[in-house]
């Protein structure tokens, strides 16, 4: 029996662990192009201006990402101008969630006025060469696309008045002075993403 055990041990062991999914800090993300509420393909190229980017992969439906709309606007409304617009991309399967379909997600970017892209992931493979596991779930990226942070937006998902710590600012606000990140990866909390069937 022990060596029977042993055996499927080394088997495991041996077999290796799964190739991983997503990007760590300092890695190089690749761009891509997905379809805006209004219609348009986007991509991080289209911002010849930008000096990172702020994405976040988010939703319509799940309670932690309506928690956390208000500030993801007013991160934009902060950080657009001075050269870190956010992206926002809900990655979620209409299939699983139908408040996620692309028509729900116009309704809800004309309806909270979102002055920032919200791209529709119908692949999922933005979110899976991301990492991305929940909605919202943020990721800070250099001009040249280098992931400088990963995780939470802040400390408090449900209270935004008592957050004590705000790490996509914080990690912003350290690029644009020309400083290293000092928190660079916190766990994200919210819904896990709605994966398509296999």
Avoid at 168 to 192: F, H, Q, R, S, Y
Wanted: charged letters at 25%; glycine letters at 6%; aromatic letters at 10%.
């Amino acid at each position: 029996m022990k060596t029977t055990f042993l055996i499927m041990l080394f088997a495991l062991l041996w077999a290796g662990s799964p190739a991983k999914e997503g990007y760590e800090i300092g890695d190089t993300a690749a761009d891509f192009k997905l379809k805006n509420v209004d219609g348009k393909m986007v991509s991080l190229a289209d911002f010849k201006d930008a000096k990172g980017f702020i994405v976040v992969f988010d939703c319509n439906t799940c309670p932690y990402s309506k928690a956390y709309n208000e500030r993801i606007i007013a991160l934009n409304k902060k950080y657009a101008s001075l050269g870190f617009p956010v992206i926002a991309i809900n990655p979620n399967d209409p299939a699983q969630s139908r408040g996620d379909s692309f028509d729900e997600m116009v309704k809800v970017a004309k309806k909270k006025g979102y002055d920032f892209p919200y791209l529709v992931d119908e692949s999922q493979s933005v979110a899976k060469s991301f990492g991305a596991t929940n909605t919202p779930h943020a990721f800070v990226l250099t001009k040249e696309l280098k992931v400088a942070y990963i995780g939470a937006i802040d400390d408090n998902a449900r209270k935004p008045q008592e957050a004590t710590k705000h790490y996509v600012e914080d990690a912003v606000n350290a690029l644009l002075a020309g400083k290293p990140v000092t928190t660079t990866k916190v766990k994200a909390i919210g819904c896990g993403i709605k994966w398509k069937n296999a």
